[in-house]
């Protein structure tokens, strides 16, 4: 289960790791907190156009609708309204009923809810930052860890179903510092142009911790995927931008993987792993072939 805080978060941190396990058999559902409602139109061909700005919520889930279908995953809404990127100086209060301002206590109940009816193993969300500091991706780590913490306890949320015990909680780690100055450099190194200028420079000054990578999951072969998913949000992303601009065979051999932090876990693991299923496979194969084997007993 992916717990992400806008329609378009899904496709940009994690995609090609969802997609990869699809393949190979595993139910993924992705929970999408807020309807991203407030989302700017990014998409320079899209912007300005009065029926999108005036329908934005249809238009969104719609577009989630079809990334939904390129990932091959489940999707869930939470049905919180999107607090909006707060911006200026000094900050513009958040508006009334927005996702940001929800008490967590209460907004952690349907995310309980959908974690005892779906029964995962590994949730991923974002760090105690937000992974990048807007209201909603910090109130989805919030809220995501109440429900890690509750939803195996029976008297926590007893409207919510039966308990369930998640295994390991993991935060994504897409945009790490190694990875961008990597393709950066790669870039550079064919003397084509980096779309990372910018971003590296706004690094230099920040003061932001790198945060440790335990998990390093190799999906190079779902970054078409992943690309895919991400144009579908149509409004979202230039398909001519930046996001696209190294080309999927550099990408592919500099950092053919999608990283990690495991932040919690209640099966054992060994560091680093390449896995979000380490230490609970082993556990499934133990219990299956003890089932067989009980089977072949009886028989
Ligand atoms: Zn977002």
Redesign the pocket.
Known sequence: MAVH??P??ESSKGAATMAKYVAEGVDVMVVTCTGGERGSILNPKLQGDPWIEENIHEVRAKEMAAAREILGVRQAWLGFVDSGLPEGDPLPPLPEGCFALQEVEAAAEPLVKLIREFRPHVITTYDENGGYP?P??IMTHKVTMRAWETAADPDAYPEAGEPWQPLKLYYNHGFTRARILALHEAMLARGAESPYVEWIARWEKSEREERPISTRVPCGDYFEVRDRALIAHATQIDPEGPWFRIPLEIQREVWPTEDYELAHALVDTSLPEDDLFAGIREGADIAASATSATSATSA
């Open positions: 805080a806008h378009d978060d807007h909603d991706h």
